[in-house]
DNA sequence: AAATTATGTAATCACTGTTTACAATCCTGG
DNA sequence: CCAGGATTGTAAACAGTGATTACATAATTT
């Protein structure tokens, strides 16, 4: 009898080591974000050799990805539980909806929008559920952008630039809350989040038809950075 | 005469190393973005020692924070120029330059606007250089905003909000593009500076107060994603 | 039961940032 | 002008990284 050197771990290979080296770099993304995660850190909480994880990922963008899959899906839920829940079908609102689940989802789970926006982490063409979860949202926006222009409630008539400076806008305030642009601006009174909302909701009322855009005159922010 | 082991290089100390290595660190963000710098690399181009660096920087991350102050001076005087070159005086017109301005650069210099704009690069509270030539950028944008104000040309009462939604939507795009959330796009016809101006100037419409906004009806842009 | 395949380990490689002890050069005050 | 301290370089080491290799063990198929 060959005497296990260690044995410490019973039904010794392991059954389901990848998704157990998937939750550890889950818990470093969110202990310290994208750059606190090493393949060597995750073996070593999932209890097995440094080099075990190749075995299920071909390199460690492969488990980033796996990662980024799966915040994705959880990205995707929010948003889509958000604008199902939504009362009105009024096609503004609902597009409001998804860019403040959006942006909900974002700054309250900063590391993990890092790493599913950050493409140089991931391997972005390579996985089909991140593009197929990415699309859901995309098509999102624009069902309710198309629905808007056909009830005539936009101000301008080309969607395709309305639906992109959506997206950017949403983006870069996700961004300028992650990558620490507003950091004078959460000590103010309002939270990142609620000013995003706000930013947000002034933008929704800009590309609307009302004649009346919001006037609710200065909430005196402190300006950002 | 102690016959130094390793004359090759004239003047012994160097001179310059500080300025050497600078230099090598944004050859290195050229060829391969913020990722492909390495100090030793850095080093190593200089003719120098690998732990000769760090007689010029406490670490990494001061290194990639004088590259940045760099960029940023380049990217701030980039935005300057545009904006004092513009010929009229028409507030509006003046903000969308600077915008512009801000696109090209980030665009054409997506490496260099990933190291300015990834707080987790460089260390961007202990920069003096880094803040004061953000807040040129920053009061550019305000400055421009409340003399449009002034003139009754904007649509919302809050120019908090909007310059906010500007610097969102501008940052956004930039980042989009450079994160690679345009790979499709950047294959149609247009280019993504085109089209990233185009949305730019689509936001500037709306946020003006014409009553005929935009109305160049299709690009037929593919959708981004 | 034997052969094959899947999945683990151990050792190793090249590379990284950073520190330490030491050496060479420069600068300045007597 | 030169003694001595401050600068600024080197060489060697350390711990950590992603990744590969040869090998061992367990699960699976034949």
């Keep these: 009898m060959p005497k296990a050197k260690t044995p410490r771990r019973t039904g010794y290979h392991h059954g389901n080591l990848r998704e157990v080296l ?12 994208p750059g606190n995660v090493s393949v060597r850190e995750a073996a070593k909480r999932a209890g097995v050799s440094p080099g075990a994880p190749f075995r299920h990922f071909a390199n460690k963008t492969a488990l980033m990805t796996a990662v980024a899959e799966q915040a994705m ?18 096609p503004i609102e609902r597009f409001a909806a998804v860019g403040i689940a959006y942006l909900r989802w974002a700054i309250r789970n900063p590391t993990h929008f890092q790493v599913i926006s950050t493409r140089s982490l991931i391997d972005w063409d390579s996985s089909e559920s991140l593009r197929h979860d990415n699309e859901a949202v995309r098509a999102l926006v624009e069902g309710s952008m198309v629905e808007a222009q056909r009830r005539n409630m936009l101000r301008s008539y080309d969607i395709a630039e309305t639906q992109i400076a959506a997206r950017a ?13 507003f950091a004078q601006w959460a000590v103010a009174g309002h939270t990142a989040e609620q000013t995003a909302q706000d930013v947000l909701k002034h933008f929704v009322a800009l590309i609307g038809n009302e004649p009346e855009t919001a006037k609710k005159a200065d909430l005196t922010l402190e300006h950002p950075d």
Tied chains: 1, 2.
């Design 169 to 181: 806008l949403v983006y870069g305030l996700a961004r300028m809350c992650i990558d620490g642009h």
């Design 22 to 33: 998937i939750d550890a770099a889950v818990q470093l993304v969110e202990e310290g974000g």
């Design 73 to 90: 899906s959880r990205f995707r839920s929010e948003i889509t539980n958000a604008v199902e829940s939504v009362a009105t079908d009024d």
